[in-house]
T-cell receptor, first 113, second 114 residues
Framework: GNSVTQMEGPVTLSEEAFLTINCTYT??????LFWYVQYPGEGLQLLLKATKADDKGSNKGFEATYRKETTSFHLEKGSVQVSDSAVYFC????????????FGEGTQLTVNP | NAGVTQTPKFRVLKTGQSMTLLCAQDMNHEYMYWYRQDPGMGLRLIHY???????AKGEVPDGYNVSRLKKQNFLLGLESAAPSQTSVYFC?????????????FGQGTRLTVV
């Protein structure tokens, strides 16, 4: 079946530091890949997505590239802000699972001023 | 612009009690989902629906039932609550465009079973 593995957290950074959150997946065929973000007390919201190999999703300074050869979709941001503090979830929807999402464990990011 | 609305937002139940969580969406989405979120486990799919009058089991369906009598509403029921059902529950909806669709989430219901 489908699965998603995220780097262990939590992650604590200083403002303006570089961020990487690793995500690898297992799926048959060509899944679509997503990063969702959950701010404190809120539901999840889509941050970015990529639907085929070598696609780069980007939004709000965050980027992630769909790497078929390494089955990875790592999230990066060059300079984090305090307002980026949140829980980040990597997820996939498979060719046979339609729009049903399989999530990683989530990574808590805290950015200190 | 309401999006996906869940009620209630918080609830404490005693073991063996029953309750229903309500999810309503105003985006005319065909697909709706119930997930539970537990520490260190991400979100796991409980049940989902691909249209009015249809439901299907997800990854962790035991102990839950659902109904989709109206397109805009998706109800999650716990017939006899257990402490293992203490969790945060999220409803989501999406359009039927295969595995490309963005899911929109509600703000969650925090349920504690004592």
């Amino acid at each position: 079946g489908n699965s998603v593995t995220q780097m262990e957290g939590p992650v604590t950074l200083s403002e303006e530091a570089f961020l990487t959150i690793n995500c690898t997946y297992t799926a048959t065929g060509y899944p679509s890949l997503f990063w969702y973000v959950q701010y404190p007390g809120e539901g999840l919201q889509l941050l970015l997505k990529a639907t085929k190999a070598d696609d780069k999703g980007s939004n709000k300074g965050f980027e992630a590239t769909y790497r078929k050869e390494t089955t990875s979709f790592h999230l990066e941001k060059g300079s984090v802000q305090v307002s980026d503090s949140a829980v980040y979830f990597c997820a996939l929807s498979g060719e046979t699972s339609g729009s049903r999402l399989t999530f990683g464990e989530g990574t808590q990011l805290t950015v200190n001023p | 612009n309401a999006g996906v609305t869940q009620t209630p937002k918080f609830r404490v139940l005693k073991t063996g009690q029953s309750m229903t969580l309500l999810c309503a969406q105003d985006m005319n989405h065909e697909y709706m989902y119930w997930y539970r979120q537990d520490p260190g486990m991400g979100l796991r799919l409980i049940h989902y629906s691909v249209g009015e009058g249809t439901t299907a089991k997800g990854e962790v369906p035991d102990g839950y039932n659902v109904s989709r009598l109206k397109k805009q509403n998706f109800l999650l029921g716990l017939e006899s609550a257990a402490p293992s059902q203490t969790s945060v529950y999220f409803c989501a909806s999406s359009r039927p465009v295969g595995n490309l669709a963005e899911a929109f989430f509600g703000q969650g219901t925090r349920l504690t079973v004592v």
